[in-house]
């Protein structure tokens, strides 16, 4: 009986590391979207009825907050539903 050889298991550790990787990244890109959703809805909560932090912050970072609002308005033209991208993204059909 031949058994596999050394260089078959490397192969397939470093595979199923390079897998766990990826779907490490894609969740943790998924999450820094989120934190950038909520960070401007912090800031732009008077928009949707949540308490807003004082006006002159919010206009003081509002040059630095471009990424932010492209983020919230392109969250608000899919209105997806953020447990089924997590899941998706976690691979639960």
Same mark, same amino acid.
């Given at each position: #009986?031949?058994? !596999?050889?050394?260089?078959?298991? *490397?192969?397939?550790?470093?595979? +199923?590391?390079?897998?766990?990787?990826?779907?490490? $990244?894609? =969740?943790?890109? $998924?999450?820094?979207?989120?934190?950038?959703?909520? +960070?401007?809805?912090? =800031?732009?909560?008077? +928009? $949707?009825?949540? !308490?807003?932090? !004082?006006? +002159?912050?919010? $206009?003081?970072?509002?040059?630095?907050?471009?990424?932010?609002?492209?983020? =919230?308005? *392109?969250?608000?033209?899919?209105?997806?539903? #953020?447990?089924?991208? #997590?899941?998706?993204?976690?691979?639960?059909?």
């Amino acid at each position: #009986m031949k058994f !596999p050889s050394f260089s078959f298991l *490397q192969r397939f550790f470093s595979r +199923f590391h390079d897998s766990h990787r990826e779907n490490a $990244v894609a =969740l943790t890109i $998924v999450e820094a979207r989120e934190l950038e959703n909520i +960070f401007a809805l912090l =800031l732009l909560g008077s +928009f $949707v009825g949540l !308490p807003s932090p !004082p006006t +002159f912050l919010s $206009v003081e970072l509002l040059p630095f907050m471009e990424s932010e609002l492209r983020i =919230l308005n *392109q969250r608000a033209e899919d209105a997806g539903d #953020m447990l089924a991208e #997590m899941c998706g993204t976690i691979g639960i059909d």
